[in-house]
């Protein structure tokens, strides 16, 4: 079964509302987790890793006042889409380091 | 240049072929190699680690040459179910944590 959840799997915004993403280990506790953003027929791309009880470390080019990085327990970590504009549009994964690196299934964003 | 390249594809192999594509990486550092296998609209999964001596799971054979900074994935006896985007993975440099994906290989098995 999945051992990475992720809520919601799809989220429709309006441009200029903030959108929060969770990404919750299930079996395991999770200090470092990482959120990775994913183009149509692109990459996976780092975005930050989340640190349980510190900051965020964010990627060259990721705005960390955009991007809200949370992990406020061993479970939990959340990313907050601040002021989302249609470009921010994309499907949002997590991971989290257990015995392999898991994935979440993923967040489809669509910001009209 | 980018972390970590891969042929697009697509490969349209006939069931029971066998197909195989490379990957190249740029960070010499870079020490775990993974090749994972997303289907459309869904997460990643780990297909299989990628070993200096190259290893094989079933139907699947990773190579791993570092000294030429490639990986290689070779699938026989290819299934419809074998259908999928396949993924080239690498470590962040010495960092073992952070990944970096290439941006997948296509692979389509027809009937």
């Known amino acids: 079964g999945a051992v990475v959840s992720q809520h919601p799997s799809w989220v429709i915004c309006k441009s200029g509302t903030s959108v929060k993403i969770e990404c919750r280990s299930l079996?395991?506790?999770?200090?470092?987790m990482f959120w990775y953003r994913q183009f149509p027929k692109q990459s996976l791309m780092l975005m930050a890793t989340s640190n349980e009880g510190s900051k965020a470390t964010y990627e060259q080019g990721v705005e960390k006042d955009k991007f809200l990085i949370n992990h406020a327990s061993l479970t939990l970590s959340t990313l907050t889409v601040t002021s989302a504009h249609p470009e921010d549009s994309s499907f949002y994964i997590c991971s989290a380091r257990g015995i392999e690196q898991y994935f979440g299934p993923g967040t489809r964003l669509t910001v009209t | 240049r980018k972390e970590v390249e891969q042929d697009p594809g697509p490969f349209n192999v006939p069931e029971g072929a066998t197909v195989a594509f490379n990957c190249t990486y740029s960070?010499?550092?870079?020490?775990?190699f993974f090749w994972y296998r997303q289907d459309c609209r869904k997460e990643p999964k780990l297909l299989m680690s990628?070993?200096?001596s190259g290893n094989e799971d079933g139907r699947f054979t990773a190579q791993l040459n570092r000294a030429s900074q490639y990986i290689s994935l070779l699938i026989r006896d290819s299934k419809l179910s074998d259908s999928a985007t396949y993924l080239c993975v690498v470590t962040h440099g010495s960092n073992d944590y952070k990944l970096s994906f290439g941006a997948g290989t296509t692979v389509t098995v027809r009937a």
């Open positions: 079996d395991f506790q999770a200090t470092t």
């Open positions: 990628v070993y200096s």
């Open positions: 960070n010499s550092a870079s020490q775990s």
